[in-house]
């Protein structure tokens, strides 16, 4: 188990010149993967900034240098594509703030390893949708995201998590975790395991249209929760797609799959009341829209064709995902809470179960737009 960040936060904050006097570092924001504080600065002129100052986690991630290669090849590249269509590279890409001798990263004395960026001002940041017009705008920026880097190249890019979204190795890991039940939690949990055992052939559908050549392995974001997009303030547009560390070769219709399995419904991510846990297909059609509008013709019709499995699996490998940590210990996602991991596996469960009743539907969307 990684120590606290906060053992080494006033290490991690000598890094760097964030250009003025350090007000304070405070934990902040609601992921699930790394340690997160926004660093407040009096400026020389007296005035404030803001940054964000991560410890990427040691558990996700083994190579930081690949990890922070890859978002700074991914941000340069972001920058002169939008100051040549002549947006403001400095609010809608990230940029890596370089520590005191120059480097993106800094390590710490207990091998903790640490990056910072700019605060993007003026934005918010959402842990449900809550207008349509909101989920239609991460839609649309989730999707030109995709539409902006696929002239990337791929071959450039560090698998910063190895299978990452290889739902049939998800699926053996969870098996294996049931197996082994270090912590003696299977016993609490048969109707999780069997829901993803009956649907172990699902795991492999959108893995064998890629492996048979009907889709194509693109450069995708991998992680489009609603969380990991910032919202421009003053006009309700996305801004800024952030969280870039899962950006590798990867499937268009998981992209959108994940968001789906995020922000179509109306309940936490951990909600114990599954009675409030309910797919909204109203949403679904939003996002769909927003999403091929903003990937603007990037998506095949295969691919298209695709993206009601990519949501419904998404989902049943999260749930899975979260099963596995549960019954491993909780050593991946943080859990503020016993059971959180377990709360979150049947969330995705029942959404699973939703989107299977509602499968017709989901494909007639995709097919109208
Ligand atoms: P995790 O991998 O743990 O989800 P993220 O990189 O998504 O970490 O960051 C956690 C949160 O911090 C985000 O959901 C967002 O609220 C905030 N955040 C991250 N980067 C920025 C940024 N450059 N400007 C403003 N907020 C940010
Ligand atoms: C994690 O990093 P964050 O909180 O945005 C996870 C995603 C999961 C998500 C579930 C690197 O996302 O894959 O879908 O939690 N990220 C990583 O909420 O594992
Ligand atoms: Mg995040």
């Known amino acids: 188990m990684a120590e606290p960040a906060e053992n080494r936060l006033n290490e991690a904050l000598a890094a760097w010149n964030f250009g003025g006097q350090i007000v304070g570092a405070v934990r902040y924001g609601k992921g699930h993967i790394n340690d ?16 964000i100052l991560q410890r990427m986690s040691a558990a996700a991630f083994k190579h930081p240098d690949q990890l922070m290669a890859n978002i700074v090849g991914v941000t340069d590249y972001l920058r002169s594509e939008i100051a040549a269509a002549g947006g403001d590279a400095a609010r809608e890409t990230m940029t890596v703030l370089r520590t005191r ?33 909101l989920f239609a705008a991460s839609a649309k920026a989730f999707g030109k995201f995709q539409r902006m880097l696929k002239d990337y190249p791929a071959h450039t890019l560090y698998e910063t998590i190895e299978k990452f979204h290889d739902t049939e190795n998800r699926y053996a890991n969870l098996m ?7 912590m003696g939690r299977a016993k609490g949990v048969e109707a999780e395991i069997a829901f993803a055992q009956t649907r172990q052939a699902d795991c492999s559908v959108c893995l064998q249209a890629l492996r048979e050549g009907r889709i194509p392995l693109r450069v995708t974001h991998n992680d489009t929760k609603l969380n990991n997009v910032l919202i421009d303030k003053a006009t309700g547009e996305g801004l800024c797609v952030i969280d870039l560390d899962t950006v590798m070769p990867g499937l268009a219709c998981n992209d959108f799959g994940d968001s789906i399995r995020f922000g179509a419904n109306h309940s936490a991510e951990d909600e114990r009341d599954l009675a409030k846990v309910n797919f909204d297909i109203g949403l679904f059609e939003v996002y769909t829209k927003g999403f091929l509008e903003g990937a603007a013709g990037t998506l095949t019709r295969e691919e298209k064709a695709y993206l009601p499995w990519g949501a419904k699996l998404m989902t049943l490998e999260c749930g899975m995902r979260f099963l596995t940590d549960y019954l491993e210990g909780d050593h991946y996602f943080a859990v503020h809470r016993d059971g959180q991991n377990l709360d979150r596996c049947r969330t995705q469960f029942k959404l699973v179960s939703d989107m299977e009743a509602q499968w017709d539907a989901m494909q007639a969307i995709v097919e109208k737009y």
């Open 176 to 182: 294996k975790a049931v197996q082994a039940d270090v």
């Open 101 to 133: 001798t120059g480097a993106t990263w800094f390590t710490d004395s207990q091998q903790g390893a640490w990056r910072v960026y700019p605060f993007i001002e003026g934005t918010v940041c959402l842990q449900a949708a809550e207008t349509p017009a």
């Open 36 to 51: 997160t504080f926004c660093v407040y600065v009096q400026t020389e002129d007296g005035g404030c900034a803001r940054y």
